[in-house]
């Protein structure tokens, strides 16, 4: 494997007693598309969540590109590069699609009060600039024409596709998607897949859960399977695919 | 002949004799001076409103500990102006800065709550204030309050004719509308509004969410201290009954009448709920029973508009 731009050993986390998380280690490489797969409740969103530093591990350690930010708040771990989007969706419905995205532009002058109140001009170019984007980020995931709709207006599919326009905004390396095209009708499944993997070929690294092993053998390069909080296996899709263990955990 | 009554002056349309010209010119002039007053308290609550509103019309922090940063701006002000004579605009500055204080003090404990829990903590910090202006005697001389607040004397120029207080607490209030209105159509303006509609999905994007709650929470403080030092300087005496909890509760139903997250809302909502109530002295309703009935107004209003507008007058928001 390459050189591993996320790295998380030992990871464990308990609730009240219940294991969610038992001992995770893995390593995701630069640039590829990685499944986290498991059944429900193998704790794949508590990973998901600690990483992102809404969840404090008991233990283990989590590093990117060389960075401990295993006790980081989300905001800083959002920061330094690491973004996600979230199974009950989550946008502000209320403003339009195009201030969503505008939302998720890092390091804007604007976002000072003061340089708000003083810095009017610098703001309003950023602003502009940040805008030009924006329109060119919606044009990509195919949400053209939508800018000025109230992001709460969409439809289901949309509004996936949305959350992951504002990922991109960050400009952020590493992308966790929570289930990005479960309750998606089929051609919009394969919309939001050919982008993970244009992404992909730009040099995101992509981490997503997804239930859907269709899905999962035919965009990821590599697979990681949990159960009850354990990595029980991985490897490229195909090799997953015929593990009869990875079956029986399945069936379960 | 057209009467009309006002606080026991009978204002007769069509004077008759000379006599009846002095009282019309008397009584036109009382009807002048309560006309102004009324303006200078709306511009003093357009002030309020919009401080409130931008800490729970915008970002969600559902606060009833208002009039207590308000007591703090009056209080401050009123002190060191008839303690140590100080200019009213040193006054103003020093109030804005101890209230945004007091305000940050209660920013940090409170704002990591949510929803009914922290209204409940600034419920807390408004009985706690309350309590220092009424009990800390040595300081604010309790109940008995303070008098003899003089009128603000701004360079040399005095502020003490109706008029006068009515272009002062006026060009406070367009600044104050002013500032916010850069702030909350700012990029700023935008994060306070993801804090308000989802504070997760806030903090996934980057932004510090306690940072911004605590630095919403002492702007409010320390502009609605302009409020407090405005009322203190205008009225020139204060004691605690104006910093009660009833009245941070007056405060919520302005902005939300108005329209949270609404800046004219904050405006269209001072204008209304000081107006109203003023319409049933008109009615020749005694002074107690208008006391009473101003409440059930203000509790009637709130809970037509929870039933059929709960967005408010001109606004676009809930507040949930």
């Avoid at chain 1, 008991?58 to 996600?84: C, H, M, Q, S, W």
């Avoid at chain 1, 002058?109 to 060119?136: D, I, M, S």
């Avoid at chain 2, 309790?142 to 701004?154: D, E, M, S, V």
């Avoid at chain 2, 809970?303 to 408010?312: A, L, Q, S």
């Amino acid at each position: 494997m390459s050189v591993a731009l996320l790295t998380i050993s030992n990871l464990s986390k308990t609730f009240d007693g219940l294991k969610a998380v038992a001992g995770f280690s893995c390593a995701i490489a630069k640039g590829k598309i990685v499944g986290l797969i498991g059944p429900n409740g193998a704790g794949k969103t508590t990973v998901f969540n600690i990483i992102t530093g809404f969840l404090a591990a008991d233990a283990g350690e989590i590093f990117y590109a060389d960075k401990n930010i295993t006790r980081l708040p989300p905001y800083r771990i959002a920061r330094n590069g690491i973004v996600r989007t979230f199974q009950d969706l989550r946008l502000i419905a209320s403003l339009p699609v195009i201030e969503n995205i505008l939302l998720a532009r890092q390091k804007q002058t604007g976002e000072h009060w003061l340089a708000a109140l003083a810095l009017r001009k610098k703001v309003r170019a950023e602003e502009r600039k940040n805008k030009e984007l924006a329109l060119e980020i919606l044009n990509q995931v195919g949400l053209a024409n939508h800018d000025e709709h109230l992001a709460g207006a969409l439809s289901y599919g949309q509004q996936k596709l949305l959350t992951l326009a504002c990922c991109l905004a960050t400009e952020a390396d590493l992308l966790l998607l929570d289930e990005p095209v479960s309750g998606v009708n089929p051609s919009m499944i394969e919309k939001m897949l050919a982008l993970m993997t244009q992404l992909a070929a730009n040099g995101k690294t992509i981490l997503f859960i997804e239930h859907n092993l269709e899905v999962v053998m035919q965009a990821c390069d590599h697979v990681i399977v949990m159960d009850a909080g354990r990595k029980i296996a991985e490897g490229r899709p195909e090799a997953i695919k015929n593990n009869p263990e990875i079956l029986e955990a399945y069936l379960e | 002949m057209t009467c009309l009554s006002f606080h026991g002056f009978q204002l007769s349309m069509k004077p008759s004799n000379l006599r009846e010209h002095v009282e019309f010119i008397r009584a036109l002039g009382v009807v002048m001076a309560y006309l102004l007053h009324i303006l200078i308290l709306i511009n003093i609550y357009i002030i309020i409103a919009i401080s409130l509103n931008l800490i729970a019309g915008y970002t969600g922090i559902l606060s009833i500990a208002h009039a207590a940063f308000y007591g703090v701006g009056a209080y401050v002000a009123a002190l060191l102006a008839v303690n140590y004579g100080t200019p009213f605009l040193l006054n103003l500055v020093i109030a804005m800065a101890v209230a945004g204080a007091v305000a940050a003090v209660v920013a940090f404990p409170s704002l990591r709550i949510h929803d009914d829990y922290l209204v409940i903590a600034t419920f807390g910090f408004q009985m706690i204030l309350f309590s220092l202006f009424n009990n800390w005697v040595g300081l604010t001389r309790g109940p008995l309050g303070i008098p003899g607040i003089p009128q603000p004397n701004i360079f040399g120029f005095a502020i003490s004719s109706h008029i006068e207080f009515v272009i002062l607490t006026g060009v406070c209030a367009l600044v104050v509308y002013v500032i916010t209105k850069r702030l909350v159509e700012s990029p700023f303006g935008r994060v306070l509004k993801a804090v308000r509609e989802d504070e997760v999905f806030a903090q996934a994007l980057g932004k510090n969410v306690i940072r911004y709650k605590i630095l919403v929470f002492v702007m409010g403080g320390a502009l609605v201290a302009i409020a407090g030092a405005l009322y203190a300087h205008y009225v020139t005496f204060i004691d605690p009954t104006s910093f009660t909890i009833l009245e941070s509760i007056f405060m919520i139903s302005i902005v939300i009448v108005g329209g949270a997250g609404s800046l004219r809302g904050s405006v269209v909502g001072a204008v209304v709920l000081i107006v109203l109530p003023e319409m049933l002295r008109f009615l020749g309703m005694p002074n107690a029973i208008a006391a009473n009935m101003r409440q059930i107004i203000y509790g009637t209003l709130l809970v037509v508009m929870m039933i059929f507008r709960p967005k408010g007058l001109v606004g676009e928001y809930e507040l949930r």
